[in-house]
T-cell receptor, first 116, second 117 residues
């Protein structure tokens, strides 16, 4: 079974609107971390936001927030006030436990296009 | 402030050739990893290291070797290149310190685009 599932291959959003990118995960570990990365067309991987399994509050970083629903095993990324520069591929990733700190499992990504 | 440096940025090989992709980080990070990204897909882990002298296999290790003789460097060797290894390769590092080891984000290099004919 896939550990990280991103069900939206492509998404469109109007500039200045909010958009939610979905991510569900599968793990039996109690301690894990969830990450979102952005990959623009130039190809580099940019870290956006992190949510720990024991964190009681949803993570926020500027215009990015993470809607973490532990019971549903979902960690959706919310981008508020979309900008043209947000057009990119977005990846959800998981790291299971401190023993696996060097290993991340990635989803297949969602391509976000922001329309002017 | 270099971060993670990968060389070369582009490479074309013939089937059967060998080569080494270089990765260096200047952040004193314990953990280093190699991933490959095929078109339209996410990253898949090839090999990783939790410190100098310690390496382990990831999801797709066949055809690749790694070693970690220093904290800074983590080269990836293709033993006998095959067309199926055409991909973009990313090296990443992360810190092993802090409140939660699992919570440290990975810092990525800019990638090596490898084509094998």
């Amino acid at each position: 079974a896939q550990k990280i599932t991103q069900t939206q291959p492509g998404m469109f959003v109007q500039e200045k609107e909010a958009v939610t990118l979905d991510c569900t995960y599968d793990t039996s570990d109690q301690s894990y971390g969830l990450f979102w990365y952005k990959q623009p067309s130039s190809g580099e991987m940019i870290f956006l936001i992190y949510q720990g399994s024991y964190d009681e509050q949803n993570a926020t970083e500027g215009r990015y927030s993470l809607n973490f629903q532990k019971a549903r095993k979902s960690a959706n990324l919310v981008i508020s006030a979309s900008q043209l520069g947000d057009s990119a591929m977005y990846f959800c990733a998981m790291r299971e436990g401190a023993a696996n700190a060097g290993k991340s499992t990635f989803g297949d990504g969602t391509t976000l296009t922001v329309k002017p | 402030n270099a971060g993670v440096t990968q060389t070369p940025k582009f490479q074309v090989l013939k089937t059967g050739q060998s080569m080494t992709l270089q990765c260096a980080q200047d952040m004193n990070h314990e953990y280093m990893s190699w991933y490959r990204q095929d078109p339209g897909m996410g990253l898949r882990l090839i090999h990783y290291s939790v410190g100098a002298g310690i390496t382990d296999q990831g999801e797709v290790p066949n055809g690749y070797n790694v070693s970690r003789s220093t904290t800074e460097d983590f080269p990836l060797r293709l033993l006998s290149a095959a067309p199926s290894q055409t991909s973009v390769y990313f090296c990443a590092s992360s810190s092993g310190t802090g409140r939660s080891k699992a919570g440290q984000p990975q810092h990525f290099g800019d990638g090596t685009r490898l084509s094998i004919l």
